[in-house]
């Protein structure tokens, strides 16, 4: 049952217990879906929802199904059964051991070669500055490399179909690329965002408002090309950032 084409959110109440505006929305395969909204507005709440596949059981009252259907209880409890991975605001490793322990452990719990280990860290150091070697501890990686680590370990080894990002843009790790990786592969990618290039490269973004789901946008043609606009002066800031975060200077290379 691994095999998800549609997920839907059947609307709840908001944080006042009135019913929220979107009744239903539907997400398909290879889709990238924005969460936008201010902050306390219960984006996180939402993406929490769709992690626990909610059935009416949670405090916004959400109902998630699965190709169109209430999915089976074992989904929700076996993690080899797992649908959705997670890439959360705050990470932490627990695990006290290396990368190259952790990543094959993780492989072969998922019945996959461990030799994959050295695709994750080689797609891994495309999306840090920093390159993270196989033999560091899980525990001496920085906040930029364990999110690159994760997001390659989620597009090699776990194959979930369904993968939520909150705020990613903060993590100092090259997100756009980190996104089209996760979007490719037919997964649905739910991301809670406020980068104007991660929010306009999902196809449409749910607007939030005091716990509820209040709107939906599609994303305009003209928002797709001001998209490429956007994520070329992007690209340019982090060059930058890279220049300033390197100690050189920034005169002469601009
Ligand atoms: N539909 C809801 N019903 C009841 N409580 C809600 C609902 N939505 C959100 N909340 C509550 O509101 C608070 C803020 O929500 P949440 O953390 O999801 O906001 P957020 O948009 O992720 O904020 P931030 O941008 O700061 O991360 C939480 O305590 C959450 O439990
Ligand atoms: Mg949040």
């Given at each position: 049952?691994?095999?998800?084409s549609?997920?839907?959110?059947?609307?709840?109440?908001?944080?006042?217990?009135?019913?929220?505006?979107?009744?239903?929305?539907?997400?398909?395969k290879g889709?990238?879906?924005?969460?936008?909204?201010?902050?306390?507005?219960?984006?996180?709440?939402?993406?929490?929802?769709?992690?626990?596949?909610?059935?009416?059981?949670?405090?916004?009252?959400?109902?998630?199904?699965?190709?169109?259907?209430?999915?089976?209880?074992?989904?929700?409890?076996?993690?080899?059964?797992?649908?959705?991975?997670?890439?959360?605001?705050?990470?932490?490793?627990?695990?006290?051991?290396?990368?190259?322990?952790?990543?094959?452990?993780?492989?072969?719990?998922?019945?996959?070669?461990?030799?994959?280990?050295?695709?994750?860290?080689?797609?891994?150091?495309?999306?840090?500055?920093?390159?993270?070697?196989?033999?560091?501890?899980?525990?001496?990686?920085?906040?930029?490399?364990?999110?690159?680590?994760?997001?390659?370990?989620?597009?090699?080894?776990?194959?979930?179909p369904?993968?939520?990002?909150?705020?990613?843009?903060?993590?100092?790790?090259?997100?756009?690329?980190?996104?089209?990786?996760?979007?490719c592969e037919g997964k649905i990618?739910?991301?809670?965002?406020?980068?104007?290039?991660?929010?306009?490269?999902?196809?449409?973004?749910?607007?939030?408002?005091?716990?509820?789901?209040?709107?939906?946008?599609?994303?305009?043609?003209?928002?797709?090309?001001?998209?490429?606009?956007?994520?070329?002066?992007?690209?340019?800031?982090?060059?930058?950032?890279?220049?300033?975060?390197?100690?050189?200077?920034?005169?002469?290379?601009?």
């Amino acid at each position: 049952m691994k095999d998800v084409s549609t997920l839907t959110i059947i609307g709840g109440v908001n944080k006042e217990g009135i019913p929220e505006n979107i009744k239903s929305i539907e997400f398909n395969k290879g889709e990238i879906i924005g969460i936008v909204g201010p902050t306390g507005s219960g984006k996180s709440t939402l993406i929490d929802d769709i992690e626990q596949l909610a059935r009416g059981d949670t405090a916004s009252r959400r109902h998630i199904l699965i190709n169109g259907e209430v999915p089976d209880v074992a989904i929700r409890v076996d993690p080899r059964l797992k649908l959705v991975a997670q890439l959360s605001q705050k990470m932490h490793f627990l695990a006290d051991m290396t990368v190259e322990d952790f990543l094959s452990m993780h492989a072969r719990s998922r019945g996959k070669n461990p030799k994959l280990v050295h695709r994750v860290l080689e797609l891994a150091n495309t999306l840090t500055g920093e390159p993270i070697a196989l033999h560091q501890q899980l525990t001496a990686l920085s906040g930029g490399q364990s999110r690159s680590l994760m997001t390659a370990d989620i597009a090699i080894i776990s194959d979930s179909p369904i993968v939520l990002i909150d705020e990613i843009e903060n993590a100092g790790i090259r997100k756009q690329e980190a996104l089209e990786l996760l979007a490719c592969e037919g997964k649905i990618v739910i991301v809670v965002t406020h980068d104007p290039v991660l929010a306009l490269m999902a196809t449409r973004r749910i607007v939030m408002k005091n716990g509820g789901m209040i709107d939906v946008i599609t994303t305009t043609l003209h928002e797709q090309q001001l998209c490429y606009k956007i994520a070329e002066v992007d690209n340019w800031l982090l060059s930058l950032r890279e220049i300033i975060r390197r100690g050189d200077l920034v005169e002469g290379t601009v």
